[in-house]
T-cell receptor
Framework: NAGVTQTPKFQVLKTGQSMTLQCAQD?????MSWYRQDPGMGLRLIHY???????DQGEVPNGYNVSRSTTEDFPLRLLSAAPSQTSVYFC????????????FGPGTRLTVL | RKEVEQDPGPFNVPEGATVAFNCTYS??????FFWYRQDCRKEPKLLMS???SGNEDGRFTAQLNRASQYISLLIRDSKLSDSATYLC????????FGDGTTLTVKP
């Protein structure tokens, strides 16, 4: 199993550009999440999904959209990039709402100029 | 006040030392608690879950105090390889992460 994969690993955007961060997992996990991590801080939840077709907002959802058309994929879309969105983005999955372990992808390092 | 607060770091300790981290949480209804480890610029990985009765995994011991709303992590006989940032996490669904405590173990 590849676990949780994320692409791209690095990305530089100009203010106002849009892009999609990709996340996929091959563990048949129902629950997936997107987090951002700013320097010196913990992870903050952006959006999450408890199954295909179901998404909900986390702590910091503004400026981001998600969709969950399949169990495997959970892309994160930046609608109009802003410098405040410069961060490291982690995708995670777990196999049920209450399961202990979240498995994280390697992260996408995004810089918005 | 943050929902999850951790000891400010960094902690610099010699090999073989015992070090303890504390974490407080504000939501008394929380049911799930974890410690994750994060190496520099890498993804977090689960270190251990924290159970009401306390739990131990080798050199690591986690404790939960519901009355005072804090959890702790004790590392005994520190190794160089324990150097990392330790993240306190509350909640299994909409998880809330602390800002992390950085540990550096020196020879």
């Amino acid at each position: 199993n590849a676990g949780v994969t994320q692409t791209p690993k690095f990305q530089v955007l100009k203010t106002g550009q849009s892009m999609t961060l990709q996340c996929a997992q091959d563990m048949n996990h129902e629950y997936m999440s997107w987090y951002r991590q700013d320097p010196g801080m913990g992870l903050r939840l952006i959006h999450y999904s408890v199954g295909a077709g179901i998404t909900d907002q986390g702590e910091v959802p503004n400026g981001y959209n998600v969709s969950r058309s399949t169990t495997e994929d959970f892309p994160l879309r930046l609608l109009s990039a802003a410098p405040s969105q410069t961060s490291v983005y982690f995708c995670a999955s777990r196999n049920s709402y209450s399961t202990d372990t979240q498995y994280f992808g390697p992260g996408t390092r995004l810089t918005v100029l | 006040r943050k929902e999850v607060e951790q000891d400010p770091g960094p902690f610099n300790v010699p090999e073989g030392a015992t070090v303890a981290f504390n974490c407080t949480y504000s939501n008394s209804a929380s049911q799930s608690f974890f410690w994750y480890r994060q190496d520099c610029r890498k993804e977090p990985k689960l270190l251990m879950s924290v159970y009401s009765s306390g739990n131990e995994d080798g050199r690591f011991t986690a404790q939960l105090n519901r009355a005072s709303q804090y959890i702790s992590l004790l590392i005994r006989d520190s190794k160089l390889s324990d150097s990392a940032t330790y993240l306190c996490v509350v909640g299994a669904g909409k998880s809330t992460f602390g800002d992390g405590t950085t540990l550096t173990v020196k020879p």
